[in-house]
């Protein structure tokens, strides 16, 4: 038994350095912190970013492991809610730029004149899939 346990400690803990290190591998190779600091020139608050995105990574792995419900008023989760947005928004603009996945996919399929539509169907389906996770995750947290 102490054996088991001493080996999911080790494999756990070795699967939690690896997605981090990929995650900040992924980070880096994207450089969304040189650019986001290039496009609102604040290269000066470079070091605030990393430790904000390390410290961001800290808090959430804690508390998705220890499953807290926050019992907060909608004023205070409105701006967490915009700021995690605004981070997985920020983060698929950068993949998609970095990447050039967009003109790719376009000149794949054949849609190269209609990007404008395809831009538009990544978008409606990503706020559709959205609010439907959003919808049926809070209608399991009521009950």
């Known amino acids: 038994m102490v054996i088991e346990l001493a080996v999911l400690a080790i494999v756990g803990f070795a699967s939690g350095l690896a997605v981090g290190c990929g995650f900040v591998a992924f980070l880096t190779v994207l450089g969304i912190i040189p650019r986001l600091a290039q496009l609102t020139d604040t290269r000066r608050y470079i070091p605030g970013y990393e430790w904000s995105v390390v410290c961001g990574a800290i808090a959430?792995?804690?508390?998705?492991?220890?499953?807290?419900?926050?019992?907060?008023?909608?004023?205070?989760?409105?701006?967490?809610g915009l700021a995690a947005g605004v981070f997985v928004?920020?983060?698929?603009?950068?993949?998609?730029?970095?990447?050039?996945?967009?003109?790719?996919?376009?000149?794949?399929?054949?849609?190269?004149?209609?990007?404008?539509?395809?831009?538009?169907?990544?978008?409606?389906?990503?706020?559709?899939?959205?609010?439907?996770?959003?919808?049926?995750?809070?209608?399991?947290?009521?009950?």
């Open 89 to 143: 928004g920020m983060l698929a603009a950068a993949l998609t730029e970095v990447l050039n996945v967009l003109p790719i996919l376009a000149k794949r399929i054949g849609v190269n004149e209609q990007i404008l539509i395809l831009l538009m169907a990544i978008v409606i389906g990503k706020v559709c899939g959205s609010l439907f996770h959003w919808t049926f995750f809070i209608h399991d947290l009521k009950e």
């Open 60 to 80: 959430g792995t804690w508390l998705g492991l220890r499953h807290i419900q926050l019992s907060l008023p909608a004023i205070v989760l409105v701006p967490i």
